[in-house]
């Protein structure tokens, strides 16, 4: 669709990842003063920031320089976040299981980033084929009703269905005109 690379296309997410790595040494400091709580507010709003840039830029932007500033307080905000929720899980266990806390953080966190774009594609494509599916059921109930109206103005009984009955008439099949003259 835009005639890019892999490599261009995917640029944009080798920075969001490279952010962490000069921010990891600060923010153990930062950690320490502040509590995971304020940093985890204090992530959260980067994160925000940046999808809502994100999702002002235009549809066909291809410029890497478009993607830096967003790219910037994503990685910004996703290293604040997950530092603050791993070190409030390691926290509030014993020192014996800390390594099991921060495995299970991680094995959650890995878990929500795999099951969270199947989940909403998931139910995204099924309202779509509900919609669709509820479209055609409505579209051929009132194309029925207009041909009923249109028969009985030009005086013409409705017609009947032949064979299955009503499953068959939603779908068209087995539909007759005819008419029968008074004598």
Do not use: Y
């Not at 410029?63 to 604040?80: D, E, M, R, T």
């Not at 309202?127 to 055609?136: E, G, L, Q, R, Y």
Request: with cysteine; proline share 7%.
């Amino acid at each position: 669709m835009m005639h890019l690379s892999a490599l261009r296309a995917g640029l944009p997410f080798v920075i969001l990842r490279l952010i962490p790595l000069p921010l990891a040494p600060v923010l153990s400091k930062v950690l320490t003063r502040v509590g995971p709580r304020r940093l985890l507010m204090g992530g959260l709003l980067p994160m925000a920031a940046g999808q809502f840039w994100i999702a002002a830029l235009p549809v066909t932007t291809t410029s890497l320089a478009a993607f830096v500033g967003p790219a910037l307080l994503l990685g910004v905000g996703f290293i604040c976040v997950v530092s603050s929720l791993t070190s409030a899980a390691v926290n509030a266990v014993p020192i014996t299981m800390t390594g099991m806390a921060g495995g299970a953080t991680s094995l959650v966190r890995e878990l929500g980033q795999a099951l969270g774009p199947a989940v909403i594609s998931t139910a995204v494509i099924s309202t779509v084929v509900m919609s669709a599916v509820v479209m055609s059921a409505a579209s051929s109930v009132l194309v029925g009703r207009g041909q009923r109206r249109q028969r009985q103005r030009q005086g013409r009984r409705p017609a009947r269905p032949r064979g299955g009955g009503r499953g068959d008439r939603a779908a068209g099949v087995g539909v007759t005109v005819g008419h029968t003259a008074a004598r």
